[in-house]
């Protein structure tokens, strides 16, 4: 259908509605493509950074890769021929790239434009987005799209400004140093230093490794697809489409584990420590890498050289916390001294604070941050109440799901569904009713209650708050989201 027989069914033909992106990462982008296939708004994408595709543009630390499988970590409305199972930093950066030319979206993105507020006029039913160079623009709608792992967590230990050698965080990696015959540090052992630790062991004259407590680690079976099985998934009908369902299928099936009492839980667990005994040599090592809580307590890693990094005669694990920081190397909390040129911070980020670089004022004058001064929450998690014609993608309890692209498009289809229901009425705003997002939370706790993520399962994790609350984490699979958002996406909202 044409946009111009779209337009005139409604009643706001005058001129098409007005939506500003926040961000031109994997979310923004989605919303754009659906945005531009079944509206007629205008839209404008706003990337702080000077390139789109996020954080796999903010990324780029040696090893740096997605951990879910190709055919799932991608847009189900963009066949893509992978070369392999598990796509790297730069091919993912160009798969954003590939997407952002073919449905023509690079006019509608402002890159190097940091969005510094939105602020909510009752009067005209729209919002003033206001840029950090001063650039005032106005919207009908507001979509903030910066994602969750966006800001990153520095530590502040004692004497840490007056370290003399080379610091940066793996976010923010500085690939003018040299870390040829250096003595490395590496502090923190997620997903990101399961990737970093093997890349720059080769190099490193000493890599020391800086462990908390360790994760729970599995095989990721990586390799390139062969040409065969490129030329099965880019000619045959439905092949990618098939091999997509059969990997979102595996995923639900993993997630059971997240149930502690479940023999899926068992049976991730013996994996994992299989996975320890066959590959790391020394026996004390080994032991220090085991956890001792739930497999899913924590975001799991999915890394297959990871552990055999730690045989290597240059790379040593040190099971313990870093207490504090001296000119020329670091301390750990038993107070052994571990001399240091450079100091690698992979201490993650800080997904619970969200939206921490917009400010939103809403209905009344409302404050997003002050509304969610204990808790960040949203119908959805992409709306809240006060904050009407202003939606979030990637918000409070929708990480994970199998593939947060697949959650990111279902986001987005929400966002669509609203703006077109605006455009094909004489209704103005859409906001949230506040006893279905109160209904919404309920749920989304008691469904946490049980899950290995909870507070009382014994390890450190980036899912919850001050209070206790998991703000972060979806509970259930990538299905019960899909079939949420699409039989109550607009339920709880309310059109005036």
Known sequence: MSRTSRASRGSRASRALRVGIIGAGFGGMALAVKLQARTDADFTLFEQSEGFGGTWFDNRYPGCEVDIPSH?????????????????????????????????????????????????????????????????????????????????????????DEFEGVMFHTSRWEPQHDLTGKRVAVVGTGSTAAQVVPAVAPLSGELRVFQREPGWVEPK????????????????????????????????????????????????????????????NDPETAAALTPDYPWGCKRPIVASTYYPAF????????????????????????????????????????????????????AGGRDLRETWKERASAYLGITVPGFPNFFILYGPNTNGGTSIIAQLER????????????????????DTDAAAESRWVRWIDRQLATHASAMNAGCHNYYTVAGGANVTQWPRTHL?????????????????
């Open 72 to 160: 799932a970590y991608s847009f189900s409305f963009s066949k893509k021929d992978w070369p392999r199972t598990h796509a790297t930093q730069p091919e993912l950066l160009a798969y954003a790239e590939e997407i952002v030319d073919r449905f023509g979206l690079r006019p509608h993105i402002r890159l190097n434009t940091r969005v510094e507020s939105v602020t909510w006029n009752e009067v005209s039913a729209t919002y003033t987005l206001e840029t950090t160079t001063g650039e005032r623009h106005e919207f009908d709608f507001v979509v903030s799209a910066v994602g969750l792992l966006n800001v990153p967590r520095m530590p502040d230990w004692p004497g840490l």
């Open 221 to 280: 079976s990586e390799r390139e697809y062969t040409p065969r099985e490129r030329w099965f998934y880019r000619t045959v009908p439905l092949a990618q489409r098939i091999h997509r369902a059969y990997l979102f299928s595996v995923a639900n099936r993993r997630f059971k584990a997240n149930d502690v009492q479940s023999a899926k839980q068992r049976e991730m667990r013996a994996k994992c420590e299989a996975f320890i005994k066959d590959s790391v």
């Open 311 to 362: 045989n290597r005669p240059n790379v040593q694990l040190v099971p313990h916390e870093v207490a504090r920081v001296t000119r020329d190397g670091v301390v750990d909390s038993t107070g052994t001294a571990h001399p240091v040129d450079v100091l690698i911070l992979s201490t993650g980020f800080k997904p619970q604070v969200f939206l921490a670089s917009l400010r939103v004022t809403g």
């Open 411 to 430: 986001q987005a289809e929400v966002v669509v569904r609203a703006v077109r229901r605006i455009e094909r009425s004489s209704r103005r705003t859409v």
């Open 480 to 496: 019960v989201y899909l079939l949420i958002t699409k039989l109550f996406g607009t339920v709880g909202l309310r059109f005036r």
